[in-house]
């Protein structure tokens, strides 16, 4: 590289202090967030009560589902027999 055209590169940057390269801003501390109140537990009854009845709605479901499949299976192997 030519000299002097490094000498006018070197001229051209800003003047950089080697001790604020490595100097660290510490951020603020967060204010404090203020927590909402936690929402009350459910009582045990209600919880078994829907747990049950979601158990319930679901062995319906799967229980149709079941006997509609095996309802046209029996149809199909009907008709074709």
Same mark, same amino acid.
């Given at each position: 590289?030519?000299?002097?055209?490094?000498?006018?590169?070197? $001229?051209?940057?800003?003047?950089?202090?080697?001790?604020?390269?490595?100097?660290? =801003? #510490?951020? !603020?501390?967060? *204010?404090? &967030?203020?927590?909402?109140?936690?929402?009350?537990?459910?009582?045990?009854?209600? $919880?078994?009560?829907?747990?049950?009845?979601?158990?319930?709605?679901?062995?319906? =479901? #799967?229980? !149709?589902?079941? *006997?509609g &499949?095996?309802?046209a299976?029996?149809?199909?192997?009907?008709?074709?027999?």
């Amino acid at each position: 590289m030519c000299p002097e055209l490094r000498e006018r590169w070197r $001229a051209s940057l800003p003047s950089i202090d080697a001790d604020e390269l490595f100097r660290v =801003v #510490r951020p !603020a501390r967060p *204010a404090a &967030v203020a927590v909402a109140s936690p929402e009350p537990p459910v009582p045990v009854l209600i $919880a078994v009560a829907a747990y049950a009845a979601t158990s319930i709605v679901v062995s319906a =479901v #799967r229980g !149709a589902v079941t *006997a509609g &499949v095996v309802a046209a299976l029996t149809l199909i192997l009907t008709l074709a027999g």
